[in-house]
């Protein structure tokens, strides 16, 4: 099928280091450009992963991605810059993306994956990689991928030390290798292994494990070399020295060891041992918004987007950028509402989240649809401070 793979003038220009590689070849490049990838997570990981998938022409990038990039992300996320802050990941990810390589195809999902929509985005990819930094989401995409036949490159990063590995590859015998239940058949309990943003990690590592990432992609795709199949390659960057682990299938695995069990996805968040309680935010209109500034009702207002956005528009409130929110509690009111906002209504529901399960604040308002709702509705032109 990849005979019938075409270039035009521009692609071969572009990949000709690719293809005059012996190895390597005209053929392994079509079968990039045949390819599908999906990439869950353009954080630390996803950055380099999706910059080094897209330059090496693999032919349609899928993105999972539902947050918004912040000013914290920049030391590490080098797919974004100070013009992304503020705006939704995978936006900014598409856009930068297809700027460096316009000859692919890039589909985007800005949700949650969970286990009610895991099946239905993956099916259609050949290879997933596992760029996520929680428990329950690794669970849920190596669960997935192992339900769906599906290879899962996997790679994970704490402070100074980083993993890749390839999970659930079939290989020539027609053999599946070990997935991630294989190497932790139950997760840790909740609260023992920090993550990145409680924990740190050095923004170069990163780069280098979701390069490496990225290359183990690009041999599974092209059947190149040898991939980390049954094997867990792990970095210490400030020894700079490395280790290879080798990996075995569990019959006791649930999903496909001798007597499997789990048949279909799980709630991963109960698994992990993570009590979900769906709490509602109250919210506010624009409009409403308004009328208590007209009326001169006593509250507090906080933006909590960055300072280049307030900078170029704001309605007044008091500039705290998420990051900084939980330190901020203490100048809180507690007697009076608070209103919160940033650009559409993400990021201050984020923070109103963090105060109520933090530091207990129960008169935390959300400004629905966020400032831009407040000048479409309100009318207040741009550029007004």
Known sequence: MYQFIQFSKEELTRYNRHIIIPEFGL??????KAAKVLVIGSGGLGSPLLLYLAAAGVGTLGLIDYDV???????????FGID????????AARERLL???????????????????ALTLLKDYDVIADGTDNFPTRYLINDACVLLGKTNVY???????????????????GERGPNYRDLFSVPPP??????????????????????????????????????????????????????????????????????????ELIDYEEFCGIKVVEKSIKE????????WQVRGEDFQLIDVREPLEYEEVNIGAQLVPLSG????????????????HCKVGGRSAKAIRQLEDRWGFQNLYNLKGGILAYISQVQMPLGSH
């Open 155 to 173: 790679a994970s990063i704490f402070q100074f030390e980083g993993q890749v590995t390839v999970f659930n590859y079939l290989n020539s015998q």
């Open 69 to 79: 990039v912040e000013d914290s992300n920049l030391h590490r996320q080098v797919l």
């Open 284 to 291: 506010i209109t624009a409009r409403d918004l308004y009328d």
């Open 325 to 340: 929110i939980l330190d901020f509690a203490d100048s809180i009111s507690r007697e009076k509402k608070v209103v919160i």
């Open 84 to 91: 992304s802050i503020g705006l939704s990941k995978v936006d």
């Open 190 to 263: 909740p609260g023992l292994v920090p993550s990145c943003a409680e924990g740190g990690v050095l923004g170069v590592l990163p780069g280098i494990i979701g390069s490496m990432q990225a290359l183990e992609v690009i041999k599974v795709i092209t059947g190149i070399g040898e991939i980390l199949n049954g094997r867990l390659f792990s970095f210490d960057a400030l020894t700079f020295e490395s280790r290879t682990f080798n990996l075995k299938r569990n019959p006791t695995n649930p999903l496909n060891g001798t007597n499997p069990t789990l048949t």
């Open 99 to 117: 700027n460096l390589n316009p000859h692919i195809n890039i589909h985007v999902y800005e949700t949650q994956l969970t286990s009610k929509n």
């Open 27 to 32: 053929v392994a490049q079509q079968k990039l």
